[in-house]
């Protein structure tokens, strides 16, 4: 699990986009970590959640995902 969420953390970082989907966060953590169950992934990407390392941006439509503190994911 800290595997997946080192790997997600290492995206969110250094990609161009601020937001992004959870299929982005699926195929890039896939890339890395073959292995890697989709089921695995979500625990992972919730758990930052949680930890409030990453945030939810709701697109009216969509949830995506956003690192706290990066682009403009915060309700101002």
Do not use: C, W
Not at 16 to 24: G, I
């Amino acid at each position: 699990m800290e595997d997946i969420k080192k790997a997600i953390l290492e995206f969110a970082q250094t990609s161009k986009k601020s937001k992004f989907y959870y299929n982005d966060i699926q195929k890039a953590v896939q890339e890395v970590l073959p292995d890697a169950k989709g089921r695995d992934i979500k625990k992972a990407a919730t758990a930052l959640i949680n930890e409030e390392k990453l945030i939810y941006f709701s697109t009216g439509s969509s949830t995506m995902y956003g690192l706290k503190g990066r682009g403009q994911t915060e309700d101002h």
